[in-house]
């Protein structure tokens, strides 16, 4: 059973466009939202983090968007650049605290943006 | 952020030997994981390396298969045993609660070909 739902599984966006890739999740437990990049080859990197307490965070061009009773988050990127292009991965885990939970991640979007 | 290293980065072998992944974290931390992933597929945890006992796996992984060691804060190794083609695949490494934080990094992964 899939914890994490994402979409679209590819996007396809041009230079200086907005890239939006949609998560949902069922498990009310979970608290913590990362979203990680990952270039081919390479171990996927934290981009941006949400907690539950805020419905929008925002990191230079990247912007989480939380909606805790629709249980839905979502990644923007606004003025998409080439070289974000990436295999982007939602998460969700629970257990704050001292005990970190696992990671249960999304299938993955893969960003292709044209210049 | 913490920089974890992994070795090899990659390895081609034959069926029905063994290979151990090496993980080394630079600083102590709470919790260790690894995850496979197939090519354009998404992450798909093996198991949570426990420093000092038993690590626990995820339904579908075995110990016998997987053998996993976590002698302290920083290091784990993972052994995939008696290999097949099926095996072939990404192998990650992550770590989670450095100075206290919730964030989940990751290696830089080890490619594994079986032929």
């Known amino acids: 059973q899939q914890q994490v739902k994402q979409s679209p599984q590819s996007l396809i966006v041009q230079k200086g466009g907005i890239s939006i890739i949609n998560c949902a999740y069922e498990n009310t437990a979970f608290d913590y939202f990362p979203w990680y990049q990952q270039f081919p080859g390479k171990g996927p990197a934290l981009l941006i983090a949400i907690r539950p307490d805020v419905s929008e965070k925002k990191e230079g061009r990247f912007t989480i968007s939380f909606n805790k009773s629709a249980k839905q988050f979502s990644l923007h990127i606004m003025d998409s650049q080439p070289g974000d292009s990436a295999t982007y991965f939602c998460a969700a885990s629970k257990d704050r605290g001292s005990t970190l939970g696992r990671l249960y991640f999304g299938r993955g979007t893969q960003l292709t943006v044209w210049p | 952020s913490a920089v974890i290293s992994q070795k090899p980065s990659r390895d081609i072998c034959q069926r029905g030997t063994s290979l151990t992944i090496q993980c080394q974290v630079d600083s102590q931390v709470t919790m260790m994981f690894w995850y496979r992933q197939q090519p354009g597929q998404s992450l798909t945890l093996i198991a949570t390396?426990?420093?000092?006992?038993?690590?626990?796996?995820e339904s579908g992984f075995v110990i016998d298969k997987f053998p996993i060691s976590r002698p302290n804060l920083t290091f784990s190794t993972l052994t995939v045993s008696n290999m097949s083609p099926e095996d072939s695949s990404i192998y990650l490494c992550?770590?989670?609660?450095?100075?206290?934080?919730?964030?989940?990094?990751f290696g830089p992964g080890t490619r594994l070909t079986v032929l």
């Open positions: 992550s770590a989670a609660g450095l100075a206290g934080l919730d964030t989940q990094y």
């Open positions: 390396a426990n420093q000092g006992s038993e690590a626990t796996y």
